[in-house]
T-cell receptor, first 113, second 112 residues
């Protein structure tokens, strides 16, 4: 079946350091989405990438979609304590009659002062 | 982000009991999803529901599970005979824009 893996599973950084999480799919994706989940919260949509090689930025966050549309990355520059949470990528695999997200395993980010 | 209510926020039930989880969206969306997340693990797709019918379901969504939209607004997930391994957060979700999926606040189900 379709699987989406993320590395690392956990990351502890000092405030101000950069952070990157990598997402890899077993098969080619239609598009990929990124979500942030704070402890005790629900997944919150961050961004969607559709095109091969696409790069999008949101303030300190940079998202990239691989050329083969099988991998993606999220990079946070100069982390802050507000960045704490788990970051999930989620791939969209089109099927006849429905579109469902397959979530990655997530990267839990902790930021220390 | 649109407001959605999921009730109850926390449900504790004994193994073998039936539970009904509810999601009340504010918009009249046709496409809904249920996901679950076991503590500390990834979000897993359960079922999608389109125009009052199941569109797609995962291997997790066995005969113990059912979904309904009984009154055109509430969106329910029923587990007929809960098992310990059903303990998880359950989220309803929908497409707000093209391929931007939004999640409700979730229901924490604890099966003892």
């Amino acid at each position: 079946g379709q699987q989406v893996m993320q590395i690392p599973q956990y990351q502890h950084v000092q405030e101000g350091e950069d952070f990157t999480t990598y997402c890899n799919s077993s098969t080619t994706l239609s598009n990929i989405q990124w979500y942030k989940q704070r402890p005790g919260g629900h997944p919150v949509f961050l961004i969607q990438l559709v095109k091969s090689g696409e790069v999008k930025k949101q303030k300190r966050l940079t998202f990239q979609f691989g050329e083969a549309k099988k991998n993606s990355s999220l990079h946070i520059t100069a982390t802050q304590t507000t960045d704490v949470g788990t970051y999930f990528c989620a791939g969209l695999f089109h099927r006849g009659g429905g579109n469902k997200l397959t979530f990655g395993t997530g990267t839990q980010l902790k930021v220390e002062l | 982000e649109p407001e959605v209510t999921q009730t109850p926020s926390h449900q504790v039930t004994q193994m073998g009991q039936e539970v009904i989880l509810r999601c009340v969206p504010i918009s009249n969306h046709l496409y809904f999803y249920w996901y679950r997340q076991i503590l500390g693990q990834k979000v897993e797709f359960l079922v999608s529901f389109y125009n009052n019918e199941i569109s797609e379901k995962s291997e997790i969504f066995d005969d113990q599970f059912s979904v309904e939209r009984p009154d055109g607004s509430n969106f329910t997930l029923k587990i007929r005979s809960t098992k310990l391994e059903d303990s998880a957060m359950y989220f309803c979700a929908w497409w707000e824009k093209i391929y931007e999926q939004y999640f409700g606040p979730g229901t924490r189900l604890t099966v003892t």
